[in-house]
């Protein structure tokens, strides 16, 4: 199917393109999937998503390019129903993908300023999908911390150590939450795992 009929599937998550070769995106042929989460592989995906408004969410398609985990467009319907495409980061409102991804990237393509609980509930349902749940943990860790809900971005970030971190910055993350519960033999425990692990005394 090309990209610009997108819409009249209502069931697939995720979309891969399968020939990229017009210079007008919209006719590009996508292929439908069974992924329950983004792959870790190097690929352009179409992946279903919301636009979040203060009261509202605008149904959309985002693009990303895996394993970098890239977006590049949002796909939406105009007034008239039909297929447009816009650029991912012109867009005046949060975008964020409705399936939680297996390859790293910036936690903020889940992070919905406007309400932040619609990225925090997909990564959960994400998590229960994933094998290795590092990757999602993290995302949801940080979006936990940011929005200062400390004890369950800890239990996040727990769950990345137990399936492999992303690197030694994680137990930094854990060490200074630990602070803020004011548990300071936790504190000490993951500040010397961040050394542990490589990690640099920045003060110094």
Request: glycine share 4%; hydrophobic share 35%; net charge negative.
């Amino acid at each position: 199917m090309k990209l610009k009929d997108i819409f009249t599937d209502f069931t697939t998550k995720v979309f891969k393109v399968t020939n990229d070769d017009n210079e007008n995106e919209l006719l590009w042929t996508i292929t439908p999937t069974n992924f329950l989460l983004v792959p870790d592989d190097e690929e352009t995906y179409f992946i279903k998503a919301v636009q979040t408004l203060p009261t509202s969410t605008i149904d959309c398609f985002i693009s990303i390019v895996t394993p970098e985990r890239i977006a590049d467009y949002v796909i939406k319907l105009d007034t008239n129903k039909q297929a447009i495409l816009e650029s991912f980061h012109e867009q005046e409102n949060s975008t964020i993908p409705l399936v939680a991804s297996e390859c790293f990237g910036d936690y903020e393509l889940y992070y919905s300023k406007e309400n932040p609980q619609i990225g925090i509930d997909i990564l959960k349902q994400g998590m229960t999908n994933a094998i290795n749940k590092n990757v999602v943990a993290e995302d949801l860790g940080y979006i936990l911390r940011d929005e200062e809900l400390t004890q369950e971005a800890i239990e996040a970030f727990l769950i990345s150590e137990q399936f492999g971190p992303s690197s030694e910055f994680i137990y930094s993350e854990l060490s200074q939450l630990y602070e803020l519960l004011e548990q300071t033999d936790k504190q000490n425990e993951y500040k010397q795992k961040y050394y542990d692990n490589g990690g640099v005394d920045f003060d110094n």
